[in-house]
């Protein structure tokens, strides 16, 4: 039965059913799809936006310094007294036990507290920091697969010249052997196209293999599974480009774009609140509280009292503790800025090696364009001259050896090109941009 089943499949062009339940989903996906995975499903990306929650709960926790504070008591007590403590003549002995119900609500409420405000400030300007981080974090994730998946392209493009390269290879050794049974070139001249179809073909295969390994790390890259089929929509070539071109420009534009600078500049707002909060804690602070209590020895004889307190409290010397907190702060503020200075540098020097290297790839994509026109042109003319009986297999090998050199050169040259232009937004702050 199963021979019937595969003779039936072979005729008919249909494959086994088992092939077909194992064959997984195709997803077709662009470039930007794969950047935009990235970004979403990264695992360093998941774990800044999860320092984003903490960051925000933080902020809820200054919050509370400031909002009222409300508690509830209730007690029940089976007790007795000693009279005698009290020292008073009329009141001797132990007391029959009794009982005490007693319930309490209390309530707390900071009127002002400069210190405990700023401080509120400081933790939004660290959360939005956090917020900017993780942008970042994701902007990285979503390039690392961008560059995943221009890798990918190159690996098949690869794996299509060496096709093509395979096919020429296999062409050319037909032509010797016909020669070479004509009588009209020697039989070396096939030994050497045999060996330069087997070289072609060993080519192709790691061509392939190394396809499949490009493939494998863009699932990983994509927090995908492993056997998730991707169909990849965009190719290797130059795109049109909407960001500045000027390394003056471009600069300018990634101080305004790049998150990891605005991230920085937060974290100085909130190293500057910082101090000015310690400072702020020498200033006077005042706050209300009261309560409601309701006793009695019974439930149903229960009578309420209550108690109202202003407090203003004024500091006064702590030791000169506060005056050394001031001056820790203000180290760390002057290196925050230090920080914040270095970023930008950085941010400028990047946009402008990045801009060189996109316009460094531009050109190169267009040498290696000529060379790939002039190797073929030379196997072309080589190959005439094998036909016609002038040349031998030594002239065609070498010419195929050039367009396979020069082939390699064009697609690392899109490769170059592709990685410089992710690399161009990446470094401009607006990936997400990028078509």
Do not use: K
């Not at 009127?111 to 400081?122: E, G, H, N, Q, W």
């Not at 707002?269 to 409601?292: C, K, T, V």
Request: aromatic share 4%.
């Amino acid at each position: 039965m199963r021979f019937v089943a595969t003779l039936i499949c072979a005729l008919t062009g249909v494959p086994p059913l088992r092939a077909q339940q194992v064959a997984a989903p195709t997803r077709p996906i662009s470039l930007l799809d794969a950047i935009t995975l990235g970004r979403q499903q990264g695992v360093n990306a998941a774990i800044a936006r999860l320092n984003v929650r903490a960051a925000n709960a933080r902020t809820g926790e200054r919050r509370a310094d400031l909002l009222p504070n409300l508690s509830g008591r209730a007690t029940f007590t089976r007790q007795t007294l000693n009279l005698d403590e009290f020292g008073i003549p009329i009141a001797t002995g132990i007391t029959d036990p009794f009982n005490l119900w007693n319930f309490q609500i209390r309530a707390s409420q900071t009127l002002l507290d400069p210190s405990a405000i700023v401080r509120l400030r400081a933790e939004r300007d660290t959360a939005v920091a956090a917020g900017l981080d993780a942008q970042a974090v994701g902007e990285i994730a979503g390039a690392t697969a961008g560059l995943a998946y221009l890798r990918v392209l190159s690996a098949e493009e690869t794996v299509r010249a060496r096709q093509g390269d395979s096919t020429v290879a296999a062409d050319l050794l037909s032509q010797a052997r016909r020669l070479v049974q004509a009588g009209i070139n020697p039989a070396i001249d096939a030994t050497r196209s045999e060996v330069s179809f087997a070289a072609v073909r060993t080519q192709l295969e790691i061509a392939r293999n190394a396809a499949g390994q490009a493939r494998l790390d863009l699932s990983r890259a994509l927090d995908l599974p492993s056997g998730t089929r991707l169909e990849l929509a965009d190719s290797l070539g130059l795109a049109t480009l909407d960001i500045p071109r000027q390394p003056d420009e471009a600069a300018r534009f990634a101080r305004e774009h790049r998150a990891e600078l605005a991230a920085e500049h937060a974290r100085t707002q909130a190293a500057e609140r910082n101090l000015r909060s310690i400072r702020f804690e020498n200033l006077p602070s005042l706050s209300a509280n009261g309560g409601y209590i309701e006793s009695g020895r019974q439930t149903g004889t229960l009578a309420g009292t209550y108690n109202v307190q202003l407090l203003l409290s004024i500091p006064i010397l702590d030791g000169l503790r506060r005056q050394y907190r001031a001056s820790e702060q203000h180290a760390r503020l002057e290196i925050q800025r230090i920080r914040e200075r270095d970023m930008g540098n950085q941010v400028e020097t990047e946009a402008r090696q990045a801009i060189l290297d996109l316009s460094s790839a531009e050109q190169q994509v267009a040498i290696a364009g000529d060379r790939v026109r002039l190797a073929n042109r030379e196997l072309a003319e080589a190959d005439q001259r094998f036909r016609a009986g002038v040349a031998g297999s030594v002239e065609t090998t070498n010419a195929q050896g050039s367009v396979i050199a020069a082939n390699d050169a064009l697609i690392q040259a899109r490769v170059r090109y592709g990685t410089a232009r992710v690399s161009a937004y990446r470094a401009l702050g607006v990936i997400d941009q990028l078509h």
